[in-house]
């Protein structure tokens, strides 16, 4: 692989900021899109040092545009009066038919929008959103029970592959 080669599949290559794992626990995930953000400068320069969390986040769909609300990213430090508030509301980029048909699922079916992941690629700011519905408590038991189940039989595959 050239250096060139090598230079272009980094500038491709995701590069993950932060994941919202809550959001796999509290819903089932239906649809799943990826958003482009509108930021301003000292946003994307918190993003670059790490410095997110979308544990709190939703997507709401008003007047034909999609927001991302509740999402935190920390100020950026060497920011001086431009800096931007923390928990500021930002356009989500999605092609219109895609914000419809999110619009219609949330109004008409009891879905919500949530974030699940926010990441670079090619320099560009992206956030994974997904369509969801709640889960119940029994839900969210049996969800544990299941991938404590998984662990434990291939830990004991490993074990048994051991002797």
């Known amino acids: 692989m050239t250096a060139a080669e090598r230079a272009k599949a980094e500038a491709v290559a ?37 410095r997110a969390s ?18 935190h990213i920390s100020e950026y430090a060497q920011g001086t009066w431009t800096n931007h508030a923390p928990r500021r509301k930002r356009k989500l980029l ?17 879905y919500t929008v949530v974030p699940l ?14 369509l969801a519905r709640g889960k119940q408590d029994w839900d969210k038991r049996q969800a544990l029970r299941e991938k404590q189940d998984e662990r434990e039989a291939r830990r004991a595959m490993a074990q048994f592959r051991k002797r």
């Open 14 to 50: 995701k590069k993950v900021i932060a994941r919202n794992k809550k959001a796999t626990h509290e819903y089932h995930i239906e649809d799943r899109y990826e958003a482009g953000l509108s930021l301003t400068g000292t946003e994307v320069k918190a993003l670059r040092a790490g």
């Open 54 to 71: 979308l544990v709190d986040g939703w997507v709401e769909i008003e007047r034909g545009e999609a927001w991302l609300q509740g999402a």
């Open 94 to 110: 999605l092609h219109k038919d895609e914000i419809r048909k999110l619009g219609q699922a949330v109004q008409a079916k009891g």
């Open 117 to 130: 992941e926010l990441y670079f690629i090619g320099g560009r700011a992206k956030v994974e959103i997904a």
